[in-house]
């Protein structure tokens, strides 16, 4: 599963990751069920394997089924 962070900070940053481990999605699904988007991003970054960075004129042309910020969740539907 393709993650896409996105940080709100001056400049925002947005980092590219992919989570292979039926078990870590799952408890990231789940922490954004509970809408602990932060615990999310830190299961994230703790478990998933570091892609690349995006540049903010690519994050809409990037493949992600989910986009993670702190405040936000968004799934992507067309998959």
Do not use: C
């Amino acid at each position: 599963m393709k993650i896409l962070i996105v940080i709100k900070n001056s400049p925002a940053q947005s980092y590219l990751f992919t989570v292979k481990a039926k078990t870590t999605a799952e408890e990231i699904h789940a922490h954004v069920r509970d809408g602990n988007h932060s615990k999310a991003i830190d299961t994230v970054f703790r478990k998933g394997a570091f892609e690349r960075e995006v540049r903010e004129s690519d994050i809409h042309a990037t493949k992600a089924k989910l986009i993670l910020s702190d405040y936000n969740a968004r799934w992507d539907l067309t998959r």
